[in-house]
């Protein structure tokens, strides 16, 4: 039995020589829109050729090596980036801006072991984009876990009631300054703008008691304010009213004071005139005194000593006194 003769036929590769200009077609297009990119005004564009940092480009139009041998990597330097802890906004673009268990961030205990719900923002810039990129492998979160552990450190220095009441600032202040001293030197290539408190709380199950503590606080300082008040009313109108005494008080001391000035620079020159004539300064005196005294004594009669019967002078006094 004989086997059956197959033939074959060889392929006829004449026809694909009309393929022979597909290639250039291809390529020609991937390698021109890939020599070219723009950066925007907001970024700046970190080349790198085969792996390697080459350069970083200012905004604007650029040119690179194609087919892949420079890779451009777009870094927001202008941009404000955000984090948030404790709470998260929706629809955030940054991806580092919210965390993965906002409860336990803001879950903190304070200095004096009391615990309250922390919730705060971390607003940054990129600021060398080249460390962003290649010194840390994950800036973002990185920069996430030093601003918790910063705020925990923080807040252990500090009171309940300097937490949640009068030392926001204080402590807003210090955390700031130690995130900037570990971004430096963890190398994070970002700069902090600012770190802010937003609400800080009590836990649920002691905030009624806080805030009827808070009230009574709050009670307390009113009442310190209007007691002051009424002091820097009182004080100033009796201050006044001393004021008014004591400069009456100097009104007639100077009163009498030159009063008295007088009195004795007269009775001085009565007595110099006195010392140089006796008989004339005391008759005078006599007659002076005698003219102020004599109008108030009324009906007076003086007599000599010699008369022995008054009777018709008094008649006589009558008559021109009836007259």
């Known amino acids: 039995m004989t086997r059956p003769t197959i033939a074959y036929r060889q392929p006829d590769w004449s026809k694909l020589r009309h393929l022979r200009w597909l290639i250039p077609l291809i390529l020609v297009p991937i390698v021109i829109f890939t020599t070219y990119y723009t950066v925007p005004a907001e970024s700046v564009g970190v080349v790198l050729r085969f792996g390697k940092h080459s350069s970083t480009q200012d905004p604007g139009l650029h040119f690179k090596l194609p087919l892949g041998i420079d890779e451009v990597i777009l870094v927001p330097v202008q941009r404000q980036l955000k984090l948030e802890f404790g709470f998260g906004t929706p629809d955030a673009t940054n991806p ?3 965390g ?6 803001s879950s903190m205990v304070t200095g004096d ?3 309250a719900l922390v919730e705060w923002i ?3 810039h990129i600021d060398d984009p080249v460390l962003y990129l290649f010194h840390v492998r994950d800036p973002g979160q990185t920069l996430r876990d030093l601003s918790e552990a910063v705020m925990r450190e923080v807040i252990g220095d500090n009171t309940v ?7 926001r600032q204080d402590i807003e202040v210090a955390a700031a300054a130690r995130l900037r001293l570990m971004a430096k030197a963890y190398k994070l290539g970002v700069a902090i703008d600012q770190l802010q408190l937003k609400n800080v709380n009590p836990p649920i199950e002691v905030k009624e008691s806080f805030n009827e503590v808070n009230k009574a606080q709050q009670e307390r300082e009113n009442m310190i304010n209007v007691a002051n008040g009424e002091y820097n009313k009182a004080v100033p109108r009796a201050q006044g009213e001393a004021a008014q005494k004591i400069s009456e008080a100097d009104g007639y001391r100077l009163k009498r004071v030159n009063e008295a000035l007088g009195d004795a620079a007269a009775f001085n020159a009565v007595l110099e005139q006195y010392v140089k004539a006796p008989e004339v300064t005391r008759t005078r005196l006599f007659l002076e005194t005698m003219k102020e005294v004599l109008p108030g004594l009324g009906a007076k009669w003086i007599v000599d000593e010699k008369v022995t019967q008054l009777l018709p002078m008094l008649q006589a006094g009558g008559k021109e006194a009836g007259k």
């Not at 993965?100 to 961030?105: A, F, G, H, N, Y």
């Open 113 to 115: 072991t009391n615990a």
């Open 122 to 124: 971390v607003q940054y």
């Open 100 to 105: 993965t268990d906002p409860k336990r961030e």
């Open 161 to 167: 009631d300097d937490v949640i009441t009068v030392g």
């Open 96 to 98: 580092d801006q919210i």
